[in-house]
């Protein structure tokens, strides 16, 4: 199981930008078979994978937050960052770094990961 510190969110104004960071640690498998990703919760909705990152393949979003969000790692798989640009009061969530060992994939996954590892989350706020 890796240990996920989330930090950077906040409050922002409708078409603004807010960088998300995550520091990423304990991996006990080969780092590239993990799954590593972004998801939210809005009060009353259930939780919601936004972003994800393979360890092998390529990067998805989901459509709420295509063209406007952008997931990166540095190459050790040490953090995980979410930039959120035009944000909307929509985008107002909890949002979790998450991570999940996938090693029969090698590495691979979609937005239907179902992660095991979470962050302790942090609060973004976007206002009209």
């Known amino acids: 199981q890796v240990q996920l510190v989330e930090s950077g969110g906040g409050s922002a104004q409708a078409g603004g930008s807010l960088r998300l960071s995550c520091v990423v640690s304990g991996y006990s498998g080969a780092r590239n078979w993990y799954c590593l990703g972004w998801s939210r919760q809005a009060p009353g909705k259930e939780r919601e994978t936004v972003a994800v990152?393979?360890?092998?393949?390529?990067?998805m979003y989901a459509e709420s937050v295509k063209g406007r969000f952008s997931i990166s790692q540095d190459n050790a798989r040490n953090t995980l960052s979410l930039q959120m640009n035009t944000l909307k009061p929509d985008d107002t969530a909890v949002y979790y770094c998450?991570?999940?060992?996938?090693?029969?994939?090698?590495?691979?996954?979609?937005?239907?990961?179902?992660?095991?590892?979470w962050g302790q989350g942090t609060q973004v706020s976007v206002s009209s």
């Open positions: 990152m393979p360890g092998t393949g390529y990067v």
């Open positions: 998450a991570a999940r060992y996938v090693p029969g994939s090698g590495g691979y996954c979609d937005l239907g990961i179902a992660f095991t590892d």
